[in-house]
């Protein structure tokens, strides 16, 4: 089945710790995302990539990073910088034609205390 | 800049009653409109797309007609399911594809039996 994975679905971590989110898609999408939702804000954007080796900032960018080494991958690491780093973060891809519409995966939902 | 506003939850309804969940947006460009369902503890999943104006987006009994001259793209259901409770997103990509989607807040809808 064709599909995004992300993996851990539940993290816990100390305040002051870095951690990475796993995001993989098998849906030959160029194009990957990084999205945060916290109740009652929505989706807001963290990074995202059109092409491998190549990323762009969203809206709340900082305390995170991103790598894009493969087509398939686009890990997410929350640094220590992240003054709030407690949310679901959602991965997402789409292909680079078309309506730009998205597939996401199930999320992760990390906690730090 | 651009932007997706939706009608604030949450809306409860009995088994079987209309549904008219509001979306309207504001974007420089001719955007595609997306609407988007949350169960709980999941991920978003694509409920319906309008590509351009007059299209009318369908699926499992939701419908979504995108009027550009009220820039609405209002979730509509003439019979609605206890299983139909979620989370409803509308969404608007306005550029090329593999550029992120914006948002609107989501609304919640509990449906009882």
């Known amino acids: 089945d064709g599909g995004i994975t992300q993996s851990p679905k539940y993290l816990f971590r100390k305040e002051g710790q870095n951690v990475t989110l796993s995001c993989e898609q098998n849906l030959n999408h160029d194009a990957m995302y990084w999205y945060r939702q916290d109740p009652g804000q929505g989706l807001r954007l963290i990074y995202y990539s059109q092409i491998v080796n190549d990323f762009q900032k969203g809206d709340i960018a900082e305390g995170y990073s991103v790598s894009r080494e493969k087509k398939e991958s686009f890990p997410l690491t929350v640094t220590s910088a992240q003054k709030n780093p407690t949310a679901f973060y959602l991965c997402a891809s789409s292909p680079r034609t078309g309506s730009n519409e998205q597939y996401f995966g199930p999320g992760t939902r990390l906690t730090v205390t | ?113």
């Not at chain 2, 209309?18 to 504001?26: Q, R, S």
């Not at chain 2, 009220?70 to 979620?86: I, N, P, R, Y």
């Open chain 2, 1 to 113: 800049g651009d932007s997706v506003t939706q009608m604030e939850g949450p809306v409860t309804l009995s088994e079987e009653a209309f549904l008219t969940i509001n979306c309207t947006y504001t974007a420089t460009g001719y955007p595609s409109l997306f609407w988007y369902v949350q169960y709980p503890g999941e991920g978003l999943q694509l409920l319906l797309k309008a590509t351009k104006a007059d299209d009318k987006g369908s699926n499992k009994g939701f419908e979504a007609t995108y009027r550009k001259e009220t820039t609405s793209f209002h979730l509509e259901k003439g019979s609605v399911q206890v299983s139909d409770s979620a989370v409803y997103f509308c969404a608007l990509s306005d550029t090329q594809a593999g550029t992120a989607l914006i948002f609107g807040k989501g609304t919640t809808l509990s449906v009882s039996s």
